[in-house]
């Protein structure tokens, strides 16, 4: 027929396009019957196939005001980083064993008077309980995923465990759906100041609050922890855990595929008969800042005496570096990442890098009421608008704290009557726009309230 080339008529370089075009669609129908195989319970997770329990059924993230009323989620509780969980002894074949159960829930938390936000916690406690053992100690934790995304536990500096226990999906295990559970074995090695966190979407679930501290005390010459061990200053009077981390409150923070990255076919049939569902990955606006899950002024005061010795353990478990500046003292650095230093030395300002952990002491030496603050940026330390974010305060016994309370009282009514004026810092609760402004009450525009 005219116009219309036999195969031995057509052009070389048409030859050669004609074959590369149909040998590229047959791998690509190959690469999609493999990948629905290989890849199905990331597919499941990614795509909401079967998951426990379903949560919508198409690819579009519920609302936030959808997400808080539809899902039961409860409040946190109060999170103290210096209270270790206390485990279970069982014994396996004569060894002790520190069990430890933890859950992974959907929670509301409120960081700062009036901010709540949707976020997912262990146990309930946003930063996560800290778990303490001592070098050696064998530890088993077992993992129910009570939440509406898939979730690890990543043990974050331990050495002494295999890669199944490691937490990291795809490598090591398998993703932890929804409804399912998981035992993590390892043995506490080395010692040192450590951390645990979700390395499911890692950035994204560690903004959202799952991140814990794991602190693995020196065994002495008797077999039980050595807490003096590293020290410049002996035994530590007060040891403490400070955690830090950011969040981002205009972002839709809901479960998958909210934040699915670009995962392969729809359905059951080959990539190139299927439609792939595409969403943004996570892209935040940090514009809380918090340590050990809250913002001043929600930050406990740090009460001590004069003349103790105070440890310290910064760890750092956000996206951006925090430069913690204490007034009035300065720190003695001893411990970098839970390694002892070859030389301790002294600062009034540490810069602790995102998955950095530093140990410093200071000798309560100086009486009075003093301010602990995030120096990297007034972005850190007062989230650019509010009297908020990585702050604390030191506070001797039996100073006069006259000046703080009035601050306090102070910081509270701009809380309640001046707070999120900015489109960037939306209360996400089921009766506000998430991102949103605020109606500021007692106040009008062009003026404020007197």
Known sequence: ????????????????????????????????????????????????????????????????????ENYGLTPTVPSDPDTPMVPDIVYDNGVPIKLYRIVASNVVHEIRPGVKVSMIAFNGRIPAPTIRVTEGDHVRVLLFNNATDPHTIHWHGIENITSESDGVPDVGQEWVLPGESFTYEFIADPAGTRMYHCHV????????????????????????????????????????????????????????????????????????????????????????????GKSFPATPI???????????RLINLGLTTHSIHIHGHHFTV???????????????????????????????????VWMIHDHAGMSAMANGYD????????????????????????????????????????LQTPTSTVGGGMEMGGMAMGGGAH
């Open 334 to 368: 001893t411990h970098r990442d839970g390694f002892a230093l070859p030389a301790p030395f002294e600062v009034d300002t540490l810069s602790v890098e995102p998955g950095e952990r530093y140990d410093v002491w200071f000798k309560a030496d100086n009486p009075g």
């Open 302 to 312: 740090y009460d001590v005496k004069e003349g103790q010795v105070v440890r310290w």
């Open 387 to 426: 009297p908020a974010g990585v702050m604390w305060v030191i506070r001797y016994e039996g100073v006069n704290t006259d000046i703080l309370d009035a601050f306090l009282e102070r910081a509270a009514v701009y809380e309640r009557n001046i707070r999120h004026q900015d489109d960037d810092h939306g």
């Open 1 to 68: 027929m005219y116009g219309v080339y036999q195969m031995d008529e057509l052009p070389g370089r048409m030859k050669i396009l004609l074959v590369f075009i149909v040998f590229s669609i047959l791998v690509m129908f190959v690469d999609g019957l493999m990948f629905d195989n290989y890849n199905s319970r990331p597919s499941m997770a990614m795509m909401h196939m079967e998951m426990k329990p379903v949560i919508t059924p198409d690819p579009v993230p519920p609302s936030q005001e959808e997400y808080l």
């Open 201 to 292: 979407e890692a950035p994204h679930h560690m903004t959202m609050g799952m991140y814990g501290a794991l602190i693995v005390d020196p065994k002495g010459a008797d077999g039980t922890a050595d807490l003096a061990s590293g020290s410049v200053m002996g035994a530590a009077d007060k040891d403490s855990t400070f955690l830090f981390s950011e969040f981002d409150t205009s972002h839709p923070h809901v479960p998958l595929p909210g934040e699915m990255m670009p995962m392969g076919p729809d359905g059951s049939l080959p990539w190139l008969l299927s439609s792939p569902k595409f969403a943004m990955p996570f892209d935040p606006n940090l514009n809380e800042f918090l340590v050990n």
